[in-house]
Structures are given as C-alpha cells and as structure tokens.
C-alpha cells in the first residue's frame, strides 16, 4: 500500500485531526524562541525555516518535500483543510474534515488532489493580485520564467487572464509530480527573492513569495496538461473547508475596495 502523509503548516499549538495521514509542522521554528510540544519543526534537516516571514506555509512544503519519503505528499493549513465531499454540514467543521481512507481511495485512480477552484467572477487572477498586493511581483516571476523555463510563458499569460484558480497552496501529490512542482517553485522563488529583497514591505506584504506560488501553482498546472504530463482526469477536487468562520462582509467589502479604489489588503480575512 502507498505511503501517504499531508502536512499542516501551523505557527501556533491548535486543535488537529486525529486521523494518523496528518502530521502537524510547525513552520518558521527556526524564527521562534522555542518548538511546539508535538509537532514537528521545520527548521530540521534539509530547510528554509527562517524565510517562514515571506514563504509562508511553503517552508513547511519545502521540508515535507526533502525530508519525508512517503509516495505521496500533502499541505493543508491548520485552519484550512480538505474536506469529505459525503460529510454532513455540521456544527463542529473537524467533522467534515477528509479522512485518511477516502484519501487513499481517490488516489487509487487520481495522482493529484486540490481545493475546488476559488472563482473571482470579475476579477482576474492577475487583477486581483494588482489591485490587493503588487503586479511588479507578477512581473518580476515572469521574467525569471523566461530566463529559466520560456515554454511556460503561454500557461502564465492564460493563468494571469482566468478568473478562478485553484488557492491556498493546498494539495495532495503522487511523489513524482511533487518533485517536478517542487523544483521548479522553489528555484523560481528563490530567485524572485533575491531580486526583490531590497524592496521594504510591511509583515502582510512581505509574505508575497507564499502569494506568487498560490498562483505560479496554476502555471505549473496548466503547463502539464496542455504538454500533455497531466491529464485532467488526473486530478480530483475536494472542497475547502475553514474551522473558523469568515467574515464575508468584511472580506467582499476589502475585495471591492480593492478592484475600485485600488486600496491594498493589510490583514487576513
């Protein structure tokens, strides 16, 4: 049977799934005063732990990807998970929380699970980063795409034109394919480090590299299908379930402010 193992990226003690194919990793430990009782740290082994400030939850991708041996690998976030497509609407969110068994079923005849795409209806992908981050970031990754790897300049070009996507750094991927996603984000990034690092940002838009692969993910993506790597039949969608409630007014209210006055976000939502 294959070995299957999703990390969740957290920086603080929480609540966690029970179910054995989660192991919680406490991202950025390499920036705190002292580890999380249980979980493990990422600042072990091979890692970047202390670019946690701008890579987010893919410090924890990164350490997933070259110090675990599983078949297949995973990333959720600690209040953000995949969730069971048979699950009850319950009051607890833990319970519609896929399990390990259902996992393991849908890789039996997918190689690649991902969030249900986030649709932005009139807005693009590429707009909405503009309006509520910075496009020169956009900008800067392109122009590394075409030093390292020009035949993705079509898949960025239609990615940066969709209006859904899929989000959240989140996903569940056969070995080989992680390898192949993880080499090319994370020298992609690095690279778009270094040539952004004498740009001042505040904490919020200092996290812009965990942003960039959000979306660079799509490129990634598209890339493999239209080259023929990946069938789509290939993938299989789950929805995207939060433990703690959204304030959507105060989030579709920022969305807007964004699209109309161009007004930057400063805060999750």
């Known amino acids: 049977m294959s070995e299957v193992k999703i990390i969740i990226a957290t920086t603080k003690k929480y ?15 390499a920036l705190k005063k002292s580890g999380i009782d249980g979980y493990t740290p990422d600042d072990t ?4 732990s202390d670019r946690n400030a701008s890579y987010c939850e893919l410090t924890g991708l990164y350490w ?45 005849t997918h190689s690649l699970i991902l969030p249900n795409k986030r649709k932005y209806y009139i807005e693009s992908l ?37 209006t859904s996507g899929y989000m959240f750094n989140m996903m569940i991927m056969r070995r080989d394919l992680l390898d192949n996603y993880c080499n090319w ?14 740009h001042n940002l505040d904490s919020y838009q200092g996290r812009y590299i965990g942003r960039v692969g959000e979306i660079i993910f799509n490129v990634w993506l598209d890339y493999q299908i239209t080259s023929g790597k990946i069938a789509k039949s290939d993938i299989a969608e789950l929805p995207c379930i939060h433990i703690e409630k959204i304030n959507w007014f105060r989030k579709g209210a920022a969305f807007l402010a964004a699209k109309i006055f161009h007004k930057k976000y400063d805060h999750s939502f």
Not at 15 to 29: K, L
């Open 15 to 29: 609540r966690m799934p029970e179910d054995p194919i989660y192991m919680p990793v406490q991202v950025g430990t």
């Open 126 to 162: 590429g707009s909405h980063y503009a309006h509520t981050h910075y496009r020169e970031q956009l900008d800067d990754t392109l122009s590394i795409i075409m030093k390292k790897c020009p035949e993705y300049k079509d898949s960025f070009d239609r990615v940066m034109d969709q």
């Open 64 to 108: 997933a990807w070259k110090n675990l041996d599983d078949d297949y690998l995973g990333l959720v976030h600690y209040r953000r998970y995949f969730a069971s497509p048979d699950a009850r609407v319950e009051d607890d969110p833990f319970n519609r929380i896929v399990g390990g068994e259902e996992v393991r079923r849908l890789l039996e």
């Open 45 to 48: 082994g091979d890692n970047i």
């Open 185 to 198: 984000l994370f020298d992609i990034l690095g690279d778009l480090e270094e040539m952004r690092k004498d």
